[in-house]
């Protein structure tokens, strides 16, 4: 299967530790995407890489959290000191290169982030 | 502000009963509007991209349309497989951020 994979599927720390998430795009996937997503909700916008660079980050972002695109390949998403607000589905999506400004994006399936 | 709403937040179908999805949009610039699937515990999977009013686009039992203002996701002949969480997005002018709605539960009994 060459999806989007996610590591590690769940994720359960104490408050006030430290969590790095990692995501694999599809190959040849230039564009990644992070969000959120809480119980019934739909996926919150957090960053995206366009290959190494990222370019958009959302307002809302905390400066506990940090995402890296090393290389332009896989990318980590980091909760510093988390909080128990923090608990939630972190999603990973990637879209191919293309000459379409709008392109849809492939998930990942998630890993799941429970603080207590 | 940008803002994406999507009715009914459940819907309880049987099998074979047709029936629509409704997503509203409030946002500055429209580039794209999306739909996708959600099952338990899983990414969602894409299904449609619609870029302006008047689009259509159909897969399977499910049709796709968009006004200036919203979104219909019709469900035609549905069978029990169609279960799942369908969400909409909207991507805002030139950005990346890609606003989602919080999604309709759609249960098809047999």
């Known amino acids: 299967d060459t999806g989007v994979s996610q590591d590690p599927r769940h994720k359960i720390t104490k408050r006030g530790q430290n969590v790095t998430f990692r995501c694999d795009p599809i190959s040849e996937h230039n564009r990644l995407y992070w969000y959120r997503q809480t119980l019934g909700q739909g996926p919150e916008f957090l960053t995206y890489?366009?290959?190494?660079?990222?370019?958009?980050k959302s307002r809302l972002l905390s400066d506990r959290f940090s995402a890296e695109r090393p290389k332009g390949s896989f990318s980590t998403l980091e909760i510093q000191r988390t909080e128990q607000g923090d608990s939630a589905m972190y999603l990973c999506?990637?879209?191919?290169?293309?000459?379409?400004?709008?392109?849809?994006?492939?998930f990942g399936p998630g890993t799941r982030l429970t603080v207590t | 502000e940008d803002q994406v709403t999507q009715s009914p937040e459940a819907l309880r179908l049987q099998e074979g009963e047709s029936s629509s999805l409704n997503c509203s949009y409030t946002?500055?610039?429209?580039?794209?509007l999306f739909w996708y699937r959600q099952d338990p515990g899983k990414g969602p999977e894409f299904l449609f991209t619609l870029y302006s009013a008047g689009e259509e686009k159909e897969k399977e039992r499910l049709k796709a349309t968009l006004t200036k203002k919203e979104s219909f996701l019709h469900i035609t002949a549905p069978k029990p497989e169609d279960s799942a969480t369908y969400l909409c997005?909207?991507?805002?002018?030139?950005?990346?951020?890609?606003?989602f709605g919080p999604g309709t539960r759609l249960s098809v009994l047999p």
């Open positions: 890489f366009q290959n190494e660079a990222q370019l958009e």
């Open positions: 946002v500055s610039g429209l580039r794209g």
């Open positions: 999506a990637s879209s191919p290169p293309t000459l379409v400004d709008s392109y849809e994006q492939y």
């Open positions: 997005a909207v991507q805002v002018n030139y950005g990346q951020n890609f606003v």
